[in-house]
Structure formats: structure tokens, C-alpha cells
């Protein structure tokens, strides 16, 4: 839970550490973004590692060292100091994050499996939606630093339960796959480049060299990566990617991430700027979003004894877009947030049943010694459709915010080149106070239709995760019946 929460907690104290350490709120960004990259790279490498070591081993290690990180960001005397500890944070919660589904995988079978990647998933998610309510508490109760010291208790707890009571899992009889030190430095640089420019591009630009050469090389990197793979045996066995539900369950990972996680920041920022709320307030209302994740996923393991994966999930993209059409609904009437508590509680319902049924088909279609790998390929994709979503909807937001402040509105925000650029910026975040009473109407029109926009397109992606869930039909057929496993490994969901 740590693990996610830390994803989203840190954004609604920027502006507090940006003040306290005396420094740029661009900088500050930064402690963000450095976990954000640190934790997606390492996603991959981390997940075949655990196979091969052991994943009780790479577990206890990740959370050791991310204990330590939270510690180093919570003492840190400056940004930089701050900005590596977050990366430290971020390659510590990859190592963890990494083989947790194949632990699961080896600690239960049957429908003990199916309850327990469930409560994984619904904890999991609601984690990354709670981020702002911590967050909030604590920076105006005792302050930022102790969004990263409260990690560290917790941390010491989970390393010493973890080496007294978790059995080691990585499988005993396998034959033992070579390490490959270059095909892991490939599998990191390749999604550190691919991450890069979907953190930095919507403030650097996306046509910016610096985000346009590190997409180049991520594509090359990754070309270089599969090609080093082609013997069989080294980080990543290219053969689970041509397993359709594997790989369906992959992309319908990142689908779902880029849709749920992806529309968050602008949720938030509707709430708080639209809507004159505080930190701790958006928190709050977003507790209809994080109370129907956790009480959907009671139930899941539940449905996942009646219905196939293919129809779960293809009913929780459903359930999704009928959730961000709500919202959009809310935003185009100016309704205010009372407006909005069941397009989140759809939007939850929907995350809490889509995610349990990918999981489980990610390691129940594989060989049990290939358990670690397949989780860590598959929780490889859902930071990058994060990011992807946060970029993506980020370009639409602010280019239809742009259109929205500059359709003729006589001496509204477009009277002028010099009245043009401080409008918009004081509108982007929400600062609408800083207006001219005269233009604060257009500029809500104008970013209530932005937020619209972004909801209607990220429906669109939920879509797409209806069709897609066709993929894995050919997993479902094959677990009507019991007893029925896949190499060494039961079958579920």
C-alpha cells in the first residue's frame, strides 16, 4: 500500500516543500517525477531478479531500502539531497512491488488465490487515491517531512514480519537462468528513457529535444533489449509474450492505469481550484472514489467464481466510463461536487473489479517458475499507462483550456498578448481569485470544459478496454474446470 500511496501523497505538499527548502516549485517537481521513474524502471528487471534469488530475498531488500529512503527524504536538509532519496524510494518500491504478485501466487491456491490478489488490488488502488487525503493531513497537522517518516516504522515492521513468517518462494527444482547484467541495464534504460518523456513533456514541451531524443532512445533501447533475449534464456522469456491472455492482461493493465490514475491529478485539481476547496477538503471528497474500491473488491473474488475474466473486466471498463461520464456531466452542468460522488463511485467500483481478474490471469497463465517475471512485466505496464494518461490528458487539458480562453470574449483573457499569458496561467492552477472579477465567469467556463474534455477522452480508453477484454477469452475457457493448471502452475480467475 506504502508503495502506491507514496505515487500520489507527495503532490498536494509541493508548494509547502518548495517554501520550507527555499526553492522552485519546477525543482520540487522533481521529488515526484524521480520516484515515479526510479520505481517504473526497475519494474522489469526487479520482477525477473526475484525468480532467480529468490522473491522473499528481493522483497525484504526493497523494503529495507525504501525504509531507508523515506527516512533520508524525510531529514533531507535540501532538494537535491530530497530528489535522491525519492529515487532511492522509487528503486526500493520496484524491488518490492515487483515479485508481490507472484508471492501471492505461491502462498494460495484456488479461490484463497482469487480472494487475496483481490484485497491486493483493492488496497492497492485505493492507496493511490488516497494519496491526497494523507497528504493533506499531514502537511496541515505536522507537517510535510512526516509523509515520508511515517513510512519508516511501517518499513521496520513489514522487513522483520517478512523474514520471520513469508516462506521463500522462488521455485527449488527450476535450472537456474543466467543473471544477464546486460539485458537488465537494457530493460532499465529503455524504460527509463520511455518514462522520461511522458513525466517531463507536458512542462518541457513535447517537440523539446530533450523529450523527443529520450523517446528515440527508448524505442532503440527496447529494439536492443528484445534482441538480446532471442536466445531463451536471459532476463525475459519472450515466449510468455506470445501468450495472448498474458500479454492482453498486460495492455489491459496499462489501459485501466491510464484511465483511472491518469484522470486523478485532474480530478483533484477540478475539485480543489473549481470549487475553492483545500487539500484536506478534496480528500474528503474523494472518499466515494476510495470507499467503493474497497468495498467492490469484498466481492470480487466472489464474482470471479461466476464469471469469466474476459466479462469482469470488460464490465469494469463499462462501469469506468460510465463513471467519467458522470463526472464530465458534472463538470459541463457546473453542478459542484455534490454532483460528483457516484461518477466516483462508479469509477472506483469499476477499478476494484478490473484489476483482480487481470492479476490473477498475469501469473496463473505462466509456468510458476516464471511467476516473478510475469509480475514484474506485467506491473511494468501500469506506471507507464500513469504516466501515458497524465500526458496525454495533460496535452488535451491544456490545449483546450488555451481554446477556451481564446474564443472572442471582447476584454476577456485574450484582449491581448500581455493579458493573454498571466490569465492563463493563474486559470491552469486554478488561481481564479488573481482574475479580474470581470473574466473569473469565462475562466470556470473555460476549465470546467478542459476537465469535460479530459473525462469524455478517458472514456474513450475505457472503451477500448471493453473490446480489448476479448483477449482473454482464451483464458477463461480453460478454467471452468477444476484442477486444471498451466505448466506448474494453478490457474485462476
Known sequence: ?????????????????????????????????????????????????????????????????????????GLAPGTGTLIAARAAQGLGGALVFAPTLALLAAAYEGVRRQRAIAAFAAVASAAGALGPVVGGLFVQTLGWRWIFLVNVPIGVLVVAGALARMPESAAPHQTRR??????????????????????????????????????????VLAGAMAASQRGGDGLIDMALLRIRAFSGAAVLGFLARMSSLGVLAFTTLWLR?????????????????TGSLLVAGLFVARLQTAFAPGQLVAAGFALQALGLLALAAAAGADAGPA?????????????????????????????????????????????????????????????????????????????GADGLVPARAAVETGRFELLEPALRPIARSAFSGAFTAVCLASALVCVLGVLAARTLRTEACGLGSPGRRSSSVTQTS
Open 273 to 289: 481550484s473549481a470549487h475553492a476547496l483545500s487539500a484536506f477538503e478534496v480528500g474528503l471528497y474523494l472518499l466515494p472514489l
Open 339 to 415: 454532483a460528483t460522488p457516484w461518477g466516483l463511485v462508479l469509477l472506483g467500483a469499476g477499478g476494484a473489479v478490473i484489476f483482480p481478474p487481470l492479476m490473477g490471469v498475469a501469473v496463473g497463465a505462466v509456468p510458476a517458475e516464471r511467476a516473478g517475471m510475469a509480475s514484474g512485466l506485467t506491473n511494468a505496464c501500469y506506471p507507464l499507462g500513469t504516466a501515458a494518461g497524465v500526458a496525454v490528458f495533460g496535452a488535451l487539458f491544456s490545449a483546450r483550456l488555451e481554446s477556451g480562453l481564446g474564443t472572442g470574449h471582447g476584454s476577456g483573457p485574450t484582449a
Open 1 to 73: 500500500m506504502v508503495m502506491t500511496l507514496d505515487v500520489t501523497v507527495v503532490n498536494v505538499a509541493l508548494s509547502d516543500i518548495a517554501r520550507d527548502l527555499d526553492a522552485g516549485l519546477g525543482r520540487v517537481q522533481w521529488t515526484v517525477s524521480a520516484y515515479s521513474l526510479a520505481f517504473g524502471a526497475l519494474l522489469l528487471t526487479a520482477g525477473a531478479l526475484s525468480d532467480r534469488v529468490g522473491r522473499r530475498t528481493v522483497f525484504a531488500a526493497g523494503m529495507a531500502l525504501f525504509t531507508l529512503a523515506s527516512a533520508g527524504c
Open 178 to 219: 543466467r543473471l544477464d547484467p546486460v539485458g537488465a541495464a537494457l530493460g532499465v534504460a529503455a524504460l527509463l528513457a520511455l518514462h522520461y518523456p511522458l513525466v517531463t513533456g507536458p512542462q518541457a514541451g513535447w517537440t523539446a529535444p530533450q523529450v523527443l531524443g529520450s523517446a528515440a532512445a527508448g524505442i
